[in-house]
């Protein structure tokens, strides 16, 4: 899975579990960072949510889910 695949899934499920636009959330999810596997053992990607209080929470809850099912993604 690349980035990029990553990206679209968290806001593809989202909108399914939150309502919404992929506007919106797209915005509040923001980009997803790949880090160097040699230093990010366990999961080598991050995001730095914005958006609302809501929405910030909303993200995070889906962020824990997420990572247990995708820890490792390429750049791209």
Do not use: Y
Request: glycine residues 8%; proline residues 3%; charged residues 30%.
């Amino acid at each position: 899975m690349t980035a990029s695949d990553l990206e679209h899934l968290l806001i593809t499920r989202l909108v399914r579990q939150n309502g919404g636009t992929t506007q919106t959330w797209r915005r509040a999810v923001g980009k997803v960072i790949v880090r160097d596997r040699k230093t990010h053992p366990h999961c080598n990607w991050d995001v730095r949510p914005g958006g609302t209080e809501a929405q910030r929470a909303a993200i995070e809850s889906l962020l824990d889910d997420v990572r247990l099912e995708c820890a490792f993604v390429e750049a791209g």
